[in-house]
């Protein structure tokens, strides 16, 4: 089974969901998505495993949310995608995906489902 966290050190849930999969036995594949943020494809292609809109998997408390103009309302999926590559810092995390599936580890146990 190939599972990837796109995963932030900084973050508890983040460090106690990769925490959670390796307790599992899991062999995970972890991207650090400031580092590395997923393309474009990517992440559309999170967020429809996730069935979410992209605001909703936007960090929306963070100073860049706004700053860069990303709180407008006429902006459309492909306009907010672009800004979260952009800005990776918006994205929420821990995302989980495997077995064709998504899921957000807030709290971590989320992703179990999808094992």
Sequence with gaps: MSVKIYHNPRCSKSRQTLQL?????????????????????????????????????????EAEYKETGMDHPDLDRSALITGMVSSPKLIERPIVLANGKAAIGRPPENVLAIL
């Excluded at 650090?32 to 967020?47: A, C, F, G, R, S």
Aim: glycine content about 2%; cysteine-free.
């Design 21 to 61: 999969l390796e307790e599992q036995g899991v062999q995970v594949e972890v991207i650090e998505y400031l580092k590395t943020p997923p393309t474009v494809d990517e992440l559309d292609n999170i967020l429809t495993l996730l069935d979410m809109q992209p605001r909703e998997l936007m960090r929306k408390k």
